[in-house]
């Protein structure tokens, strides 16, 4: 069965840092894509940004590029995401998302992200 977890929310204030983690179980983690997407109240889930298999490539959302940061360590299962410079438009619960190439997908329950202004 996959699972995904995500952590490392919390409240931060405007211009600081957090890294989210994501863990991976129940498949071989070094074959898909990864993502993480958010949710800010009362708006619709976007892309935040995606990182291939190997780790090769990478694709971000105009509104994080040059802030954030996606890695993966494909033998501890898991993916992060490094958040620098934050602002309070980038409040929201974060989700990681695996890819299968079948079309599948699985979403994790994910972590909130307060930014104080």
């Known amino acids: 069965q996959v699972q995904l977890v995500e952590s490392g929310g919390g409240l931060v204030q405007a211009g600081g840092s957090l890294r989210l983690s994501c863990a991976a179980s129940?498949?071989?983690?070094?074959?898909?894509?990864m993502g993480w997407f958010r949710q800010a109240s009362g708006k619709e889930r976007e892309f935040v940004v995606f990182?291939?298999?190997?780790?090769?490539?990478?694709y971000y959302a105009d509104s994080v590029k040059g802030r954030f940061t996606i890695s993966r360590d494909n033998v501890k299962n898991t993916v992060y995401l490094q958040m620098n410079s934050l602002k309070a438009e980038d409040t929201a619960v974060y989700y990681c998302?695996?890819?299968?190439?079948?079309?599948?997908?699985?979403w994790g329950k994910g972590t909130l992200v307060t930014v104080s202004s």
């Open positions: 129940g498949l071989t983690f070094s074959t898909y894509i």
């Open positions: 990182i291939t298999g190997t780790g090769d490539n990478t």
């Open positions: 998302r695996l890819d299968r190439p079948n079309g599948a997908s699985y």
